[in-house]
């Protein structure tokens, strides 16, 4: 039984948005069922940390959830910036339920335990250089994050953490998720959203006692990433 990890699959299946137009995406949603089967078995979790479908509406995503579904292991899935269809865990709950996916769990506001550690997350924040901050979003974020980590303190096993977004990318720190992450003792974090080139200042190692991992679907080549 194991644990892996991967972001931004960005399935379009009941939507006309392909990602492969864009370079280095060609063939994705094939790539994404090989490597996926391949590597995780039917005992195993995977935990995708948002931007899963361009869907508008939740009735629009039948064809994504079905594919994420049929895919070997458990999945517990976060919301990232592009999952415009995510309205509330409520709804989105009983729409898998409706439709028969039960392979899939929502981290929203709670925690999964997992062996020894309880998985926690939100899709976070950071300001883009030249961004003004908006205070709102990132206070509502970190009190997301605050209550999932707070949830998985009852179970008094060691917390990771997902997001959506990065809470350091290149010089800037999203000090608001930051400073949650710490007082929790948080210790890992796996996040996506970062794509092509600007990978390359994405943090991808230990900062503030906390290591950071970029898990976006071509960054990782499409191969979910093990996590325990």
């Not at 009852?154 to 998720?177: D, G, M």
């Amino acid at each position: 039984m194991s644990l892996y990890v991967i972001g931004d699959l960005h399935l379009s299946l009941g939507t006309d948005k392909p990602m492969d137009i864009f370079r280095g995406w060609d063939n994705y949603v094939k790539l994404i069922e090989q490597t996926w089967n391949y590597i995780v078995d039917d005992n195993d979790t995977v935990v995708i940390v948002g931007d899963i479908s361009w869907a508008l509406k939740l009735e629009e995503t039948y064809e994504d959830f079905k594919f994420i579904n049929n895919l070997k292991g458990q999945k517990i899935i976060l919301k990232g910036n592009h999952d415009l269809w995510f309205s509330t865990k409520t709804k989105v709950e009983k729409y898998l339920a409706d439709n028969g996916f039960d392979t899939i769990k929502v981290l929203f506001n709670n925690s999964y335990e997992y062996g020894d550690y309880v998985l926690c997350g939100t899709r976070g924040w950071i300001n883009e250089p030249g961004e003004a901050v908006n205070k709102k979003v990132l206070d509502r974020e970190a009190g997301r994050l605050r209550l999932s980590l707070e949830d998985g303190k009852k179970s008094k096993k060691t917390p990771i953490a997902f997001l959506h977004y990065p809470p350091i990318y290149a010089s800037n720190e999203c000090y608001e998720i930051l400073d949650v992450l710490i007082e929790y003792g948080v210790k890992r974090c796996y996040y996506g959203h970062i794509h092509g080139k600007s990978c390359e200042y994405a943090i991808n190692g230990i900062r503030n006692g906390i290591d950071f991992r970029l898990v976006s679907c071509d960054f990782v080549q499409f191969t979910p990433q093990k996590v325990l």
